[in-house]
Antibody, heavy 122, light 107 residues
Framework: EVQVVESGGGLVQPGGSLRLSCEVSGFTFSDFAMNWVRQAPGKGLKWVSL????????YYADSVKGRFTISRDNSKNTLYLQMNSLRVEDTAVYYC???????????????WGQGTLVTVSS | DVQMTQSPSSVFASVGDTVTITCRASQGVRNYLAWYQEKPGKAPKLLIYSASSLLSGVPSRFSGSGSGTDFTLTISNLQPEDSATYYCQQANTFPYTFGQGTNLEIK
């Protein structure tokens, strides 16, 4: 069974840091690009970042570039999102999501975790 | 960034109806377009990718079409469980961008 489980969310003060983790099982992790997508309370979906299966290709939304770092450990089947210099507007549920295409990516997300809530507030 | 505009923002329909949701890109995205269904408190669910490829396991009542800047999601023979918010997303150009969502209510 394919599973994607995020962890690491919580309450943090503006300017603080958090590291989100996403542990996967049920598929060959290194074969697939992975995305982080977030959703602020009551708002729509916003794409945050993508990392290729090998980890060599990485892309970010402009709003997080220079503050967030996506990475993966294929030996541990785990995706990460290091979030620094957090802002109130980063408050959201963060989802880890798998691309459906083996080897490269089509840019969609077919398997999603349950999400982890990040709240940035003083 | 590529702006994705969905219409309508909300739609009311009855069981058995056919509904069409439109997504327009501010610049061409070839066929790098996905559609998602989201229900309250749940993670989004991918329905269609590459504009018209139905994900395995998704009912054939869902179909997608389009290329370039104009895309449609059609849901035929509406069922009560189709009540949800639907999002389009372009994946041709980074940063990927989503539409604002279309709320579908089944009367």
């Amino acid at each position: 069974e394919v599973q994607v489980v995020e962890s690491g969310g919580g309450l943090v003060q503006p300017g603080g840091s958090l590291r989100l983790s996403c542990e996967v099982s049920g598929f060959t992790f290194s074969d697939f690009a992975m995305n982080w997508v977030r959703q602020a309370p009551g708002k729509g979906l916003k794409w945050v970042s993508l990392i290729s299966g090998s980890g060599r290709s990485i892309y970010y939304a402009d709003s997080v570039k220079g503050r967030f770092t996506i990475s993966r450990d294929n030996s541990k089947n785990t995706l990460y999102l290091q979030m620094n210099s957090l802002r109130v507007e980063d408050t959201a549920v963060y989802y880890c999501a798998k691309d459906p295409h083996v080897g490269s990516w089509v840019g969609a997300s077919d398997i999603w975790g349950q999400g982890t809530l990040v709240t940035v507030s003083s | 960034d590529v702006q994705m505009t969905q219409s309508p923002s909300s739609v009311f329909a009855s069981v058995g109806d056919t509904v069409t949701i439109t997504c327009r890109a501010s610049q061409g995205v070839r066929n790098y377009l996905a559609w998602y269904q989201e229900k309250p408190g749940k993670a989004p669910k991918l329905l269609i990718y590459s504009a018209s490829s139905l994900l395995s396991g998704v009912p054939s009542r869902f179909s997608g079409s389009g290329s370039g800047t104009d895309f449609t999601l059609t849901i035929s023979n509406l069922q009560p469980e189709d009540s949800a918010t639907y999002y389009c997303q372009q994946a041709n150009t980074f940063p990927y961008t989503f539409g604002q969502g279309t709320n579908l209510e089944i009367k």
